[in-house]
């Protein structure tokens, strides 16, 4: 079978075969068989031909052809991206933005930052996502911590600081709304759940 068997969309194809092959008189000794031969015998790698029980009925070992199945389709890696966000204080409150409804995440709040270019500083970074989001100046005053989280196309490494006001009135470039908030009030929005993973930490 030429199909890949690590796409989802094939799987059927192995398994109406599986099925026409099963004797009815006794599946479940015939599922225990082939499942002990794929364990021990008919390995993805190395399968030890020499001690199979079937070899004789096997197109791809008379073939001479056990290095070419099962077939499999490479994975592309998966990116990592570098994340910088800032906890921006002000006035005894913090700054968070809510992004788009569409897209990924959509309609959630978080706290403002974003990528970090190639070679950039994690702290000017967040500066200056910070600023193209927003466009108010901060400074970062403290490391808070670092959050590692799997999305299902990509993964990031997000690095979170403390952000003292500097100057400037919120303008959006990106999010749809944004508000200063209390520590004590957070729970009263949706945040993603890589958010979530720091949110614990912070202090007023």
Same mark, same amino acid.
């Given at each position: 079978? /030429?199909?890949?068997?690590?796409? $989802? +969309? ?14 009815? *008189?006794?599946? *479940?000794?015939? #599922?225990? *068989? @082939? ?10 790698? #190395? ?5 199979? $029980? ?19 389709? +490479? ?8 994340? *910088? ?32 270019? +190639? ?7 967040? @500066? ?8 108010? +100046?901060?400074?970062? /005053? ?23 006001? %500097?100057?400037? /009135? ?10 200063? @908030? ?16 720091? %949110? $614990?930490?912070?202090?007023?």
């Amino acid at each position: 079978i /030429d199909s890949p068997v690590n796409q $989802p +969309k094939h799987h059927i194809i192995f398994k109406q075969e599986a099925t026409r092959l099963m004797g009815k *008189a006794d599946p *479940a000794n015939f #599922n225990q *068989a @082939i499942m002990e031969l794929g364990a021990l015998i008919c390995r993805p790698k #190395n399968p030890d031909c020499k001690h199979c $029980p079937i070899r004789q009925n096997c197109f791809v070992f008379l073939h001479n052809r056990t290095d070419q199945f099962p077939k499999r389709v +490479k994975s592309k890696p998966v990116p990592t991206y570098k994340i *910088a966000v800032g906890i921006v204080r002000h006035n005894n409150k913090m700054l968070i933005t809510r992004r788009k409804p569409e897209g990924l995440l959509g309609g959630l709040w978080e706290f403002p930052g974003g990528k970090l270019n +190639k070679g950039e500083n994690t702290q000017a970074g967040c @500066i200056r996502e910070i600023y193209e989001e927003t466009r108010i +100046k901060v400074k970062v /005053d403290s490391y808070i911590t670092q959050v590692k989280h799997a999305y299902t196309h990509f993964k990031i490494v997000m690095d979170i600081f403390y952000c003292g006001y %500097i100057s400037g /009135d919120v303008q959006l470039n990106g999010p749809v709304d944004f508000k200063w @908030i209390k520590l004590t009030d957070i729970n009263n929005f949706a945040f993603p759940k890589a958010n979530l993973k720091f %949110i $614990p930490l912070l202090e007023d």
